[in-house]
């Protein structure tokens, strides 16, 4: 495996640092901590940065040309998510990374044309309506129904866990056309969330937000033209999603996680103790298991670049790097001491870090996306092929 990056990639590189350059006014951090922006400011400089990326051909870097994209491949949209890690991330994270490529692989002519550009553009913000209170690691356990009503369907039931849910203008449903067929039963509906059978609650999180919510559906209008593939055909294109959610973003984790470990030494050079040994036993790991994750990251990337979909070693990439987030969070809380707990709008923060944040949302990235018990499930039964029980 060549883990060089090829001339054209490193110009790439160097014409987006240029344009970052001139482009991005405030970093995300400075965003932040300014006092005047409340969540929907916030999320209102989410959106307008998707619209200046968009204008200027840094979405969809790898998608086909004709659906808006940019024509280039996995590696150049790996380079981008490590470059702008500094820059508010953007409002339709969930479209662009989650449904992009499902409508990519799976939609009709007709159905890209009406939802790709507006999602690049962020016009419209799209959330994810897969997981239920009775349904998460089991998602096929899910029990919203789509009922046909003449040409189309009534949804009833309800989702949660919804990521910007109260921020959003449509969600990808996962909905039951047959209640006995486990599976086979299943549809995958694009639904528009501004219409009165659907309730919206936000859900106050643990750091202070509300990035997600519940969406209850009492009758909900799902149009048979915003079906994605056929009825019951649903599970196969959500098997596609989660390949992506778990395996598409490693370069961008190991610049974050690049940037956190600099602050770290940094901030324990500060405080004195970096020359204690069990002080740089602990960072060296950290150092070591980056390091590893780089590798693992670069492998996903060279399957993607070859143009296959990220397959079940995508759950390896998963467990590695969540689980890395915590140890490194939790580690930077401990050796950093109370400077790291402060949230990021005190003047006695880390300037350029937000460990507070960090840790508290750490807690959250082994469950999302499939759990770790569950990728550990993946990898036994289907990389190691261990028998179930
Ligand atoms: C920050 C965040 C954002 C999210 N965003 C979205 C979103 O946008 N859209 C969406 O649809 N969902 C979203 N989710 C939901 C997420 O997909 C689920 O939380 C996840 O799938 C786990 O499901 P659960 O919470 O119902 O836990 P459960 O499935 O009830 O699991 C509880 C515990 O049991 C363990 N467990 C369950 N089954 C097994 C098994 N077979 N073997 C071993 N252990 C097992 C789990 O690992 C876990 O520790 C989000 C979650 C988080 C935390």
Redesign the pocket.
Known sequence: MDFRFSEEQQQFRMELRAWLKDNLERSWIEELRDPDNDEKKLFDIRRSWQAKLNESGYLGIHWPKEWGGRGLTVVENAIFAAETIHAPPIASR?GINLLGPALIHHATEEQRKRFIPKMLSGEEVW?????E???????AALRTRAEPDGDDFRLEGQ???????PWSDWIFVLARTDPDDRYGGITFFLVSLHQEEIDVRPIR?ITGES??GEVFFSGALAKREHIIGAIGEGWKIAMTVLAYERGSMSLAHLARFDHYLKDLVQGVREKGTLKRADVREKIARLLVEKEVLRANGYRTLATLASGQAPGPEASLEKIFWSEYSRRLADEALDLLGLQAQLLVRSPYARPHMDWAQEAL?SR??T????????Q??IISKRILKLPSS
């Open positions: 969930v959330c994810q309506g897969f997981s209170p009775d349904a998460g690691s089991d998602l989702k949660v866990w919804t990521t910007f849910a999180q990035e997600f949302y959250a990235v469950i999302y996306a499939g759990s770790s018990e569950i550990r499930n």
